[in-house]
């Protein structure tokens, strides 16, 4: 590696042509990276080939006495036959261009295997269909991933579509009463032995199925701090499954804070998500931890903000701090902000109407100790409604 690295260094040098130097560049960097990690290149040639067990590649009987075969028998079948075949001719010390014609054909067949059609044409089958290798096993929407284990039926999940809850907390989904009552079946059943309120499981399935005002009483206690999963399908990347904490909704829809939209690219357009409950206490704490969107602020692909408000979060953000010369209420001096939002409301004052009020802001004194102050500002409606929402700690001049 260091005399290949040492070579392009020259070459690098020594050329003019554009293209070339981005050629030796890319090299470069992937040997000088070999390098730095004291990993060799020799370690990437396979000399043991693995074998898929036969379960995965099986031998189906048809009527009239044929098999159905998987395309791994054949791309495997190929790889031993010309294995075979070089090493009789090294054995009978064949012609040197013979004996690199196989080598060659090996190296075909086991990237076939590995990967169909990656390198140059496509190895087909009797009926002229390129062969599913094991890549083409794993990969896409009938992949491995995607089909077992990402699509796998599971309990304790449901599925409903979405609808979007401003009110709600960042870390705060809407389960529908009906669909929690569901979920969280089992944890009631043990909460109705406890409380003495049935006697069996069996009594407790009954007292459930007629939901009973005191089902929902515990529902409420059971899911209080117990976070559940929400899944939008396709999950491409690990903010497609985060974890909330439930909040019982009236309905059948599922509701979701405009904020971790873009995290699940979801929009309310009829879009559908999965809901999962963690069972065992690691599996709570796991979620919580981990996967409450309130820990997922950034994208794990680029280290950006991925809870960004977007369309009509930052015009309502804009039109409410915009100020309007000559608005209704202009020039008006109001006591505190409620006195300002008592004008907006009757229609004495418009958002964008510039006015002089008193706000309360929290400083901190010289011995450290939190103090209110009341401190004039000349300001507009929107903005000084819009200070309720921020942190009392925060200045009103920020």
Known sequence: VPAEVEKIRVDL????????IKKYAKRLKVLEAFMQSGIKPEWMVLEVLPVLPPELRPLVPLDGG???????????????????????????????????????MLQESVDSLL????????????????????????????????QNLLG?????SGRSVIVVGPQLKLHQCGLPKKMALELFKPFIFERLEKMGLATTIKAGKRMVEAEEPIVWDILEEVIR???VMLNRAPTLHRLGIQ?????????KAIQLHPLVCSAFNADFDGDQMAV???????????????????????????????????QDIVLGLYYM???????LGEGAILADVSEVLRAYRSGHADLQAKVVVRIKEVISNEAGEKENKFTRYETTVGRAILSELLPPNLPFSF
């Open 115 to 146: 990967d169909n059609g990656r390198r140059g044409k496509a190895m087909t089958g009797a009926n002229k269909r390129p062969l599913k290798s094991l890549a083409d096993m794993i990969k896409g929407k009938g992949g491995r991933f995607r």
């Open 243 to 251: 974890a909330f904490e439930p909040l019982l909704i009236e309905g």
């Open 321 to 327: 701090t915009r100020e309007k010369i000559g608005a």
């Open 152 to 156: 796998k039926r599971v309990d304790y």
């Open 276 to 310: 999962h409950v963690p069972l065992s206490l690691e599996a709570q704490m796991e979620a919580r931890t981990l996967m409450l969107a309130s820990n997922n602020v950034l994208s794990p692909a680029n280290g950006e903000p991925i809870i960004v408000p977007s």
């Open 13 to 20: 040098e020594a050329t003019g042509s554009e293209t070339k």
């Open 66 to 104: 044929r098999f159905a075969t998987s395309d791994l028998n054949d791309l495997y079948r190929r790889v031993i036959n010309r294995n075979n075949r070089l090493r009789r001719l090294l054995e009978l010390k064949a012609p040197d261009i013979i004996v690199r014609n196989e080598k060659r």
């Open 225 to 227: 701090e117990h976070p």
